[in-house]
């Protein structure tokens, strides 16, 4: 089994960072019962002697002495993580394995990006590095960031640049993926860069759980035994038919929030109508009105391959896939519910309906650039140039174009193209 | 006379499991509905043929179990062990850590060459403790990563490696509709590697069997492992020992040595036209294999069995149907009947797989995911070439 190590960077990525690491000790402690530390549990946590000084007190077997998080915590102000540390997991995290600042990057993306990544970038490929020496054999970043404001943002894509470099030179990523899980019902809502984000906490609560159960779906199928199983890197490989079109829509169904324990059970089949339907989708998009490239369902719990099949065949006809890939499914089942629920779907999908959102937020970001707004407190920063922004525009316009087009694509009648003909 | 399995992936792991699972009991059962004797020679030869006895006379099946993450190995491993009737020998897996996700690529390219000798020593340390080898068993599906790409990179290594012994590929024909969505290139690449290097290929399809267990079984909710069980009763209906009358070890019959490699005579005209006259009812078959078991086999009817109109017009069905038959019942019943045919039967799928394949290629979708690890677009086209051979080779039937 692989390890997967969790960077979140930033007070959304941090927050939302806090609410998975708590979610994945409820789940293992609701699975392990014998407090053997297994596989499973290996792949996020590491298992230390605490008595031990330094780096010397991991065990790899045995019974469950403390457990760490792979984690790197990330903040340019300290308040956050502070809070996360004082809290009740403040012991599941490393206290070697974070990077703070005091003044935090003023949601300025040059900020975080030029003037910390420079600041900080030999640690942070130390802690990179280290985290990656903790692992047998490390699979997959997840990077949590927040694209709104400007820790997570800047600081978050310069740690993606970083990881890029570095991965080429460790053997150990043979095989690796990085999946960024970016809030955007939360950049959103706080509207283009450089406003001020206050800081709401009950309302976010429950988008971080959600954000949360989604990382932990996702990763089920790997940690957990099933009769169909679904790792990591299978999902880059089904879900991505071309480098460029990486952006995956995901439905989470049953949704859950803290306070929802006895949510009654949902039918089968509800479960799988309600993954396609607006109201569950973590974007603000309408998947069944656009083309779908690629689509991943990944089912936890007491369902069973013809479950899988009858609710294929019966949302197939709703649905548009795009004409090469017309039965584009991928499908994975987990043996181990989520906890609190008999079962839960996960539906991945590479979809056009993220168009929508990229072209309006080159709009938004368009009005701001033509009146030049704000723009004297990014380029003041060494290292930023006109240069970055009208770069940053046109390869976003150029995903825009890609998705045009295979749209375009979408009413045309599916046609077979003749086939290679054989002489006998 | 034993056979070696050789188990990859999910799904050769876990039907692998249900097939011995499945030799074992219908062995094991003392009620034959034929004499004592019968019944200790059917055993005797079951034994030798699947399993090896260690040295507190446990059972261990003959058989190579190979993952390329541990959750499958791990969970077949203990529940033959908690069976125990039979078990699985100690360091007969071999296991990695990161699964081969799904790409045909990384299987055959990275995995494959990667742990070549560790596989194949431990393939040469079962076949060591065998009398003599009767060949080779390969279970894989078709639509992954491991049991594709590196059931079809071991089997051109045995192939190599033991030249003289058949090799037969269990091969799961995935559904329709998508249980991975690179399924149709994985599938072709696999077909065409295999096409060069197994003897024959045993085909199930995974639509079929799910229909089997609803419509003949009645199971409200199937599971894999109702299909597997399913499979694993028709294999082993197949592959348990047949009585032959020739010598004195009456159940030697080496089921791998079916003569499935047909080559139409040399000298025919030339066949691009197929004759608007014949009625298609039946698809055209080119061997047929009847194997009986149970009461009454000897007098049993099979002449609708030597039909002409069932043959292609340059076989004699005198040439291409063979029946077995064995008088001890199999898995308790009464009289069960098993049918292994190498006919058109599977031109449809085939061609609809390749077709599929075909569209995806065209839109070059998801061929950068196979070029990273050394498949190139030209590696594509030579599968595409050999199985439209294939597909028009078994339609000029």
């Known amino acids: ?424 | 006379m034993s056979i070696v399995t050789v188990q990859l992936g999910q799904c050769g792991n876990q039907i692998g499991f249900e097939v011995f699972d499945a030799l074992f009991s219908d062995s094991d059962c003392s009620q034959g509905l034929c004499s004592k004797r019968e019944n200790e020679a059917y055993q005797a030869s079951c034994k030798e043929r699947f399993f090896s006895e260690e040295e507190n006379g446990v059972l261990a099946a003959r058989a190579i179990l190979v993952d390329m993450e541990p959750k499958v190995i791990n969970q077949t491993l203990s529940k033959a062990a908690q069976s125990g009737r039979w078990k699985y020998a100690r360091h007969a897996c071999f296991c990695q850590k990161q699964g081969s996700g799904n790409n045909w690529a990384y299987g055959y390219s990275v995995h494959g060459p990667k742990h070549e000798e560790s596989i194949m020593n431990l393939i040469q340390k079962e076949v060591e403790k065998c009398d003599s080898l009767s060949g080779f068993f390969i279970i894989m599906s078709m639509a992954g990563g491991t049991g594709s790409g590196l059931g079809a990179f071991v089997t051109q290594n045995l192939r190599d490696q033991y030249s003289n012994s058949l090799k037969m590929n269990q091969i799961i024909w995935p559904y329709g509709t998508g249980e991975v969505i690179v399924q149709n290139y994985n599938s072709i690449l696999t077909l065409s590697h295999l096409y060069r290097s197994s003897d024959a290929l045993l085909v199930h399809e995974n639509d079929a069997v799910h229909k089997i267990c609803a419509k003949l079984m009645n199971i409200k909710q199937i599971s894999f492992g109702d299909m597997n069980q399913v499979l694993a009763h028709q294999l082993g209906s197949v592959f348990q020992p047949t009585y032959s009358a020739e010598g004195s070890f009456h159940y030697r019959r080496n089921p791998l040595g079916i003569d499935w490699q047909i080559r139409p005579p040399s000298g025919l005209p030339a066949l691009g036209k197929i004759p608007l006259n014949k009625e298609l009812h039946f698809n055209t078959s080119i061997a047929n294999l009847v194997i009986l078991r149970g009461k009454d086999v000897q007098s049993a009817d099979l002449g609708g069995f030597k039909d002409p109109a069932l043959y292609t017009s340059w076989l004699d069905p005198v040439n291409a149907f063979n029946v077995w038959k064995t008088q001890r019942a199999f898995s308790k019943y009464e009289k069960s009947a098993a049918l292994v045919s190498n006919s058109q039967f599977l031109v449809k799928s085939l061609d609809t797989i390749v077709g599929k394949a075909w569209n995806m290629f065209a839109s070059k979708a998801y061929i950068h995911q196979y070029t990273k690890f050394g498949i190139e677009e030209e590696d594509f086209l030579y599968s595409f070439t050999l199985l439209e051979q294939v597909v028009a080779s078994y339609c000029n039937l």
């Open chain 1, 1 to 424: 089994m692989t390890q997967s190590v969790v960077l979140q960077v930033g007070q959304c990525g941090n927050q939302i960072g806090c609410c998975f690491w708590d979610l994945a000790l409820r789940e293992h402690a609701a699975v392990n019962q014998k407090g053997i530390y297994d596989e499973a549990i290996s792949s996020f946590f590491r298992n230390v002697d605490t008595r031990v000084v330094g780096d010397g007190g991991n065990i790899s077997k045995g019974k469950i002495c403390s457990l760490k998080a792979r984690a790197v915590l990330i903040d340019m102000e300290e308040g956050v993580v502070n809070e996360i540390l004082q809290g009740p997991l403040r012991d599941v995290f490393d206290s070697k394995q974070l990077i703070t600042d005091i003044s935090g990057s003023g949601n300025n993306w040059a900020v975080g990006h030029k003037v910390f990544g420079s600041l900080y970038r030999e640690q942070i490929l130390e802690k990179l590095r280290k985290s990656a020496e903790h692992c047998d054999c490390l699979q997959c970043f997840f990077i949590i960031h927040s694209m709104g404001g400007g820790t997570g943002s800047g600081l978050g894509t310069f740690l993606l640049k970083s990881l890029f470099d570095i991965i080429s030179k460790i053997d150990l990523m043979v095989n690796s993926g990085k999946l960024g899980t970016t809030v955007k019902p939360r950049s959103l809502v706080t509207s283009s860069t450089g406003s001020f984000k206050k800081r709401h906490k009950k309302p976010f609560d429950a988008m971080n759980n959600i954000v949360a159960n989604l990382l932990l779906n996702l990763t089920s199928s790997a940690r957990f035994e099933g009769s169909l199983n679904m790792d990591l890197n299978e999902i880059s490989m089904n879900l991505v038919p071309f480098p460029q079109l990486h952006y995956l829509v995901s439905s989470l169904t049953p949704l859950y929030t803290l306070a929802d324990v006895n949510v009654p059970p949902r039918r089968l089949d509800q479960m799988f109508s309600d993954a396609f339907s607006k109201d569950h989708q973590l974007i603000q998009a309408n998947p069944k009105h656009s083309l779908y490239l690629a689509c991943a369902l990944m089912v936890r719990g007491n369902v069973q391959i013809s479950d899988l099949r009858r609710n294929i065949e019966r949302l197939k006809p709703s649905l548009q896939f795009v004409s090469w890939n017309q039965e584009g499914w991928k499908t994975s089942l987990c043996s181990v519910p989520p906890v609190g629920h008999s079962h839960s779907l996960l539906a991945l999908a590479n979809n056009t309906c993220v168009k929508p959102t990229f072209v309006e937020l080159r709009e938004r970001f368009m009005r701001l650039y033509k009146k030049k707004a704000h723009l004297h407190h990014y380029l003041q920063v060494e290292g930023m140039e006109e240069s970055c922004f009208t770069e940053a525009v046109s390869s976003l316009s150029a995903l825009i174009q890609e998705y045009n087009q295979l749209d375009a694509t979408k009413s045309m009648p599916v046609q077979d193209l003749p086939r290679l003909r054989i002489a006998m």
